[in-house]
C-alpha cells in the first residue's frame, strides 16, 4: 500500500510564495502521473496541476504563469511551486498519484495541507 505524505501549508500573506511537497512512502512505486486538486470551502475540488512520469505538465487556468509543478524521482517526491498568491488560492490542497509497485496502477491520495492567504 501507497501512502503519500505532502507538507509545506500554512499561513502566507498576499503576493507570497509557498511550496508544497508530497512523497510517496514506498520507494518502489512508479509513479505515470502526479496531480495536486485544491478544496477551498464551500466550493468543489479543483484540479490545479499534474505532471506526467516524461515530465509534461498542465495547469489550471486560474494557476498558470503562478504555479509550477514539478518531481523529483529519486526522492519519490513531487513538488508544488506557489508564487504570486491570492487570498482566492486559501484551500486545502491533495495531492494524487496513479501508480502501484506492479500494475494494476490505482489512484493514491494525501491527507491534504491547508494553505492560507491572508494579510
Known amino acids: 500500500q501507497v501512502q503519500l505524505v505532502e507538507s509545506g501549508g500554512g499561513l502566507v500573506q498576499p503576493g507570497g510564495s509557498m511550496r508544497l511537497s508530497c512523497t510517496a512512502s514506498?520507494?518502489?512505486?512508479?509513479?505515470?502521473?502526479t496531480r495536486w486538486y485544491r478544496q477551498a470551502a464551500g466550493k468543489e475540488r479543483e484540479l490545479v496541476a499534474a505532471?506526467?512520469?516524461?515530465?509534461?505538465?498542465s495547469y489550471a487556468d486560474s494557476v498558470k504563469g503562478r504555479f509550477t509543478i514539478s518531481r523529483d524521482s529519486a526522492k519519490n517526491t513531487a513538488y508544488l511551486h506557489m508564487n504570486g498568491l491570492k487570498p482566492d488560492d486559501t484551500a486545502i490542497y491533495l495531492c494524487?498519484?496513479?501508480?502501484?509497485?506492479?500494475?494494476?496502477?490505482?489512484?493514491?491520495w494525501g491527507q491534504g495541507t491547508q494553505v492560507i492567504v491572508s494579510s
Open positions: 514506498e520507494s518502489r512505486v512508479k509513479i505515470t502521473v
Open positions: 494524487n498519484i496513479v501508480g502501484g509497485i506492479l500494475p494494476p496502477f490505482k489512484d493514491y
Open positions: 505532471i506526467t512520469g516524461t515530465d509534461i505538465t
